[in-house]
């Protein structure tokens, strides 16, 4: 029985080395193009509880033995992220090195809410947070300032110039919550405390997220609250209207009500839309006259990896009308779950909403104004080592390598969009309105919505692959008005092992789904 009172060395040889060999095994079994289980798990409800029902042991086991009952029996309750088969999400990437970077942040067990209890975990936040900015090509205001640039050649630590910065938060869901507390606490700042509830504004299109932060930090009174977050209209291309905007805005104003955040999403959920920061970013500059009142925040959260591309930065002009912007290197960048990468401008007013200084969390360092306390820019108090994974992907794959990433899955869904096209059962979206060209495909089969919900239900129960539908205008192309709302198939290609002949085996699945939908009549 392993010591329950030491951190046992050994235990942790034997049970990692069985944890690693079963995910070597995995991994390799899980990318074949014919691998022996579904995509999508087939348990039905309550089973895996039932698999694993009973009391916890009086005696500990050996955790090999444990890892030999527990792997197997998880296998049928689990749907297939990392198969290159699965195309009903965006992805949820891993890779080699973030799994190690993960494994290290768990054994090393640092707890980096401030500078002082881990310089290390919260610099080399700081360093790969300006890493990533600067190989997407955002601001130079992004990030921690010039003295940040001396750091990284060596110099002595000097208190960081600028206003900017990057922390790695959970998700982009946590990222939207601080952006709205940092906006409010600015805006009272600004207007000195003038009385009128806040509104938030995101488009039509906009991830659900946006209305549940609002719900969190009590800017909306509930889900269904359209007073308080208010979804603009799209054009043709899915893109928040940028006059409407103003318009909503005003109303407001004359209300008695008060803007206070912007989100613009640069790639939608349902069609990797992309709003147009240039042309809001000026609006809400002759909206707010000199000063920045209403905050502007940008979610890329799946599209923002491809910027590591130059071809696909044209997403992010306007970039520097942003106070906040992040995007997820845990869909597309081979960083595992979960990483969340978040810049600001106007980290003043995000460490000012969120920063609360008990005397059990004072240090020297702090008080002086010589380093930052990453628990100012979150919700938790807590935080573990997230950047080691980063750190790791970044240094092993290199630019080009990621480069190389992002362009092979491109070029592999710009293949499947022509066998779709050659298909003349269906119709696909104009690639330039979904990302301007990344690895999302919107297509529906000719006929009705019930049609196309039955294609996808009978190509997942067949189990070589996963995918998904939503619900976007159609049809989805170039034009001053969208389209109906439709039911809308998405392959969202982009898992790590993903090459063509995976592509092809999901078009081979969906292809025999049709020729069944089609029979049936």
């Known amino acids: 029985m392993p010591d329950l009172h030491t951190l046992d060395g050994d235990a942790l040889r034997r049970g990692g080395e069985r944890a690693l060999e079963m995910l070597a095994a995995y991994w390799s079994s899980v990318q074949a193009i014919e691998p022996g289980f579904p995509v999508g798990s087939t348990a039905k409800p309550g089973e895996m509880y039932r698999r694993f029902a009973g009391p916890a042991p009086e005696s500990g086991r050996a955790m090999e033995d444990v890892l030999g009952g527990l792997v197997p029996g998880l296998m049928g309750g689990l749907t297939h992220w990392q ?15 973030a799994v190690v970077g993960d494994l290290l942040s768990s054994g090393l067990g640092v707890q980096g809410m401030l500078w002082a209890t881990s310089p290390a975990c919260t610099e080399l936040e700081m360093l790969v947070t300006d890493q990533l ?31 900017g910065g990057g922390v790695i938060q959970s998700t982009a869901s946590d990222a939207a ?28 299109q906009s991830h659900s997220s946006i209305t549940k932060a609002a719900v969190v930090t009590g800017i909306a009174d509930g ?27 005003r109303e407001d104003v004359a209300a008695g009500r008060r803007p206070a955040l912007v989100c613009a999403t640069l790639g939608t959920t349902s069609t990797c839309a992309v709003d147009n920061l240039a042309a809001i970013g000026p609006v809400l500059r002759a909206f707010d006259g000199p000063s920045r009142r209403v905050w502007l925040h940008a979610d890329a959260a799946f599209a923002g990896a491809a910027w590591v591309c130059p071809e696909h930065r044209w997403m992010m002009r306007g970039a520097e009308h942003a106070d906040s912007l992040c995007f997820n290197p845990h869909k597309w960048l081979l960083t595992g779950f979960d990483c969340d990468v978040m810049w600001t401008q106007d ?40 950047a080691l994974k980063l750190y790791l992907v970044l240094q092993c794959f290199g630019t080009e390598g990621l480069r190389r990433y992002i362009r092979g899955h491109v070029e592999i869904a710009e293949r499947l969009e022509a066998l779709i096209a050659a298909d003349g059962r269906f119709e696909l979206a104009d690639r330039r309105l979904t990302g ?19 294609l996808v239900a009978l190509a997942n129960a067949e189990g070589r692959t996963f995918l998904g539908t939503t619900v ?13 709302p439709a039911a809308v198939i998405r392959l969202a290609l982009g898992s790590t092992g993903l090459t063509w002949a995976h592509a092809e085996a999901v078009w081979d699945a969906v292809r025999r789904a049709a020729d069944r939908v089609v029979a049936e009549g």
């Open 133 to 163: 900015a600067r190989i997407i090509g955002l601001p130079e205001a992004f990030c921690f300032g010039q003295t940040g640039q001396a750091l990284e050649a060596g110099a002595d630590a000097k208190p960081f110039e600028g206003n």
């Open 177 to 204: 919550v601080v952006a709205m507390v940092a906006a409010r606490h600015r805006l009272r700042r600004l207007d000195g405390g003038r009385e009128g509830r806040l509104v938030v504004y995101a488009s039509h």
């Open 223 to 249: 889900v269904e609250d359209q007073r308080h977050v208010r979804l603009i209209d799209t054009d043709g291309a899915l893109r928040m209207d940028a006059g409407a905007l103003l318009a909503a805005m």
């Open 436 to 454: 301007g060209g990344l690895s999302l495909l919107c297509m529906r089969l000719k006929g009705s919505d019930e049609a196309n919900r039955r």
């Open 347 to 386: 980290r003043a007013s995000l460490t000012g909403s969120l920063s609360i200084n008990p005397a059990y969390l004072q240090t020297s360092a702090a008080e002086a104004g010589a380093v930052f306390d990453y628990r100012d820019w979150q919700v938790p108090l807590g935080r573990r080592f997230r």
């Open 472 to 484: 976007a205008p159609w049809p989805l192309v170039e034009g001053p008005q969208a389209g109906t």
């Open 83 to 97: 198969s290159p088969r699965f195309a009903a999400f965006f992805p949820a990437n891993t890779s080699a090195p």
